[in-house]
């Protein structure tokens, strides 16, 4: 399948959006624990999609279609180097081959970083997502911010059990 790579503006939003929601629904039915509030209509998307598009994002078209974007939702310095977070909900692609995608997303984010002398990338993904695991791994990012959603019910009894704080150390054995 032939792709093109472009940089994304503002008129883009509503298109980025859109596509965000179909994946967020797909997340939805592989992890029900994902609220459904986080995407609701989109709206909430809105805003950090803008702030992406104005640190730098970057689309991939299929046959006219945004079918994968890579944004960057903030820069930083952390630890001495410029940093750019990649945020949950500025990536995705609707592509089966997800690694081709994020690989050419990347690269084309990838020289726009390099032209910021932006050294550290870091992309916050979904832990329980094998295949977008091992994708962003392959490309470079570290695993420290894959988080993962767990149920957080009631457990029967855990009313019972009692809870102590001790505040000197020398009596903790």
Partial sequence: MK?????LSEKDI????????QLYAKEREANPLLPNQIMGSGS???LPIKRAISNGAVGLLSEGQIIGFLGISALF??????AALLGEL????????????????YKALGEHLQRQRTQLHIIAHFAHDRLLQESVFQLGFGAFLAERIR????IDGAADIEIFQENDFATIQ
Avoid at 3 to 7: A, F, K, L, N, P
Avoid at 77 to 82: A, D, R
Avoid at 151 to 154: K, M, R, V
């Fill in 14 to 21: 509503s298109a980025v959006i859109r596509m965000l929601l």
């Fill in 151 to 154: 149920d957080l019910t009631a």
């Fill in 90 to 105: 500025c990536h995705g692609t609707l592509q089966n081959n997800r690694l081709e995608a994020y690989q050419l997303l």
């Fill in 44 to 46: 909430e998307a809105e």
């Fill in 3 to 7: 792709y093109s790579v472009i940089t």
């Fill in 77 to 82: 310095k952390f630890k001495g180097q410029q």
